[in-house]
C-alpha cells in the first residue's frame, strides 16, 4: 500500500480532523472504470495516428489496452495484475525494439491528453497523473 507521502496516496481528514484511512489514488479517482476509459480513449487516438500506430505490430489494439491499464491500474495503487501476468513491467526494455524520439514521445503524450481530457480528473488529480505522464514518456526516449 502506498505511504502518506507517495504520489498515489491521498490522504484525508475525518469531520474531527483525524486522519482517514489512506486511500489509493487508484481508488479516488474512481478504480478500473477510470482507467478503462482512460487506456479506451488512449488508444482510440493511437488507431489514427500515422506517428504512433506503426508501434503496435499486433491489429487488435485491444491487448495493448489491457497490458496498458492493468499497468497503470498497478501504479496508482490498484490490482497488481499486470506483474502477476506479465511480471516486473521492465518499460524501458519493453520498448527498445522501437524508435522513440522527441517526435514520438510528443505524439504519446498528444493521446494521452486527448485521452485525459476525456475522462475528466479533478484537476488536483489530473495534475498528479499529467506530470507522471510527462516524467515517464520522456523516460521512454530512446532515440
Not at 6 to 17: E, H, I
Not at 26 to 34: K, L, W
Not at 36 to 46: C, G, I, M, P, S
Request: hydrophobic fraction near 35%; proline fraction near 8%; charged fraction near 30%.
Amino acid at each position: 500500500m502506498p505511504t502518506s507521502n507517495s504520489p498515489r496516496a491521498v490522504v484525508s481528514l475525518t469531520p474531527t480532523g483525524q486522519p482517514a484511512p489512506t486511500q489509493s489514488f487508484y481508488e479516488a479517482v474512481g478504480g478500473a472504470e477510470t482507467f478503462k476509459r482512460l487506456t479506451e480513449a488512449f488508444y482510440e487516438q493511437v488507431a489514427d495516428d500515422e506517428i504512433l500506430r506503426p508501434l503496435y505490430p499486433e491489429e487488435d489494439l485491444a491487448p495493448a489496452t489491457r497490458r496498458f491499464q492493468m499497468f497503470l491500474e498497478q501504479y496508482w495503487g490498484g490490482p497488481h495484475t499486470y506483474s502477476e501476468e506479465r511480471g516486473h513491467p521492465r518499460l524501458r526494455m519493453r520498448h527498445a525494439p522501437y524508435v522513440i524520439g522527441e517526435r514520438e514521445r510528443d505524439a504519446w503524450l498528444r493521446c494521452m491528453r486527448h485521452a485525459m481530457d476525456v475522462v475528466a480528473l479533478p484537476e488536483e488529480y489530473d495534475k498528479v497523473m499529467w506530470e507522471y505522464m510527462e516524467r515517464a514518456a520522456d523516460f521512454m526516449r530512446n532515440a
